[in-house]
T-cell receptor, first 112, second 114 residues
Framework: GESVGLHLPTLSVQEGDNSIINCAYSNSASDYFIWYKQESGKGPQFIID?????DKRQGQRVTVLLNKTVKHLSLQIAATQPGDSAVYFCAENPAGANNLFFGTGTRLTVIP | NAGVMQNPRHLVRRRGQEARLRCSPM?????VYWYRQLPEEGLKFMVYLQKENIIDESGMPKERFSAEFPKEGPSILRIQQVVRGDSAAYFCASSPQGPTTEAFFGQGTRLTVV
C-alpha cells in the first residue's frame, strides 16, 4: 500500500562495505516487486525486480530477497561505492493492479 | 535505444495557467504511466494509458487533470488552472507489456506554480 513519509529513513555505510536496505510491504496480494534508485533531481532508475514465485534474485552487485511470510523485501548491495549514494525505493504491484505502489524510500549515504 | 523522454524538465506556471507535460516512451513500449512525487516522498500513481486508451485513471484528480496517449506522438499530461498545490515532480514510465513488466522512468518534469 501507500505510505507517506515525513523523513526518509537513512543508512550510512563505509565505501567497500555491503549495504542492506529493507522494505516492508503491506499487500499480501502483491506478486511483483521492483527496486529503484533515485538520485537527486533525476527519475527512478530500475535496479532489479522479483516475482512472488521466487525468494531471491541476483544482479550485478545487487541481490533482492523476498520473504512473503512476513511481507518483507530487501536489497543487498555488495562493495558499496560512492556512486551508490541515492534514495532507494521498493515498489509493489498487487495482482490485478495497474500500477506500482511505492514505499517511503531509504536514503543511502556512502562514506568514502 | 533512447530511454523514456520527458519534456520540459522544468516548467513554471502562474496560478490559473495550463501546464502540459510530455512523455515519449521507450521504443517498443506501448504502456505509459504517470506518477507524481512530492519532496521526500515516494511516487504516487496517477494514470495508466495504452495507445489511444486510458486504462486506469484512479489516481488522477477528477477535475483539472487529463491525460492522453494518441496514436501518433507523445503522451500528454495536462493540468488546467494550476494551483500552488500542483507543484511537484511528475514522472512518466513505460513498460513493454503492462504493469507486471519492467517499468522504466523518465527524468521527470518539475512543475512550479507561482
Amino acid at each position: 500500500g501507500e505510505s507517506v513519509g515525513l523523513h526518509l529513513p537513512t543508512l550510512s555505510v563505509q565505501e567497500g562495505d555491503n549495504s542492506i536496505i529493507n522494505c516492508a510491504y503491506s499487500n499480501s496480494a502483491s506478486d511483483y516487486f521492483i527496486w529503484y534508485k533515485q538520485e537527486s533531481g533525476k527519475g527512478p532508475q530500475f535496479i532489479i525486480d522479483i516475482r512472488s514465485n521466487m525468494d531471491k534474485r541476483q544482479g550485478q552487485r545487487v541481490t533482492v530477497l523476498l520473504n512473503k511470510t512476513v511481507k518483507h523485501l530487501s536489497l543487498q548491495i555488495a562493495a558499496t561505492q560512492p556512486g551508490d549514494s541515492a534514495v532507494y525505493f521498493c515498489a509493489e504491484n498487487p495482482a490485478g493492479a495497474n500500477n506500482l505502489f511505492f514505499g517511503t524510500g531509504t536514503r543511502l549515504t556512502v562514506i568514502p | 535505444n533512447a530511454g523514456v523522454m520527458q519534456n520540459p524538465r522544468h516548467l513554471v506556471r502562474r496560478r490559473g495557467q495550463e501546464a502540459r507535460l510530455r512523455c515519449s516512451p521507450m521504443k517498443g513500449h506501448s504502456h505509459v504511466y504517470w506518477y507524481r512525487q512530492l519532496p521526500e516522498e515516494g511516487l504516487k500513481f496517477m494514470v495508466y494509458l495504452q495507445k489511444e486508451n486510458i486504462i486506469d485513471e484512479s489516481g488522477m484528480p477528477k477535475e483539472r487533470f487529463s491525460a492522453e496517449f494518441p496514436k501518433e506522438g507523445p503522451s500528454i499530461l495536462r493540468i488546467q488552472q494550476v494551483v500552488r498545490g500542483d507543484s511537484a515532480a511528475y514522472f512518466c514510465a513505460s513498460s513493454p507489456q503492462g504493469p507486471t513488466t519492467e517499468a522504466f522512468f523518465g527524468q521527470g518534469t518539475r512543475l512550479t506554480v507561482v
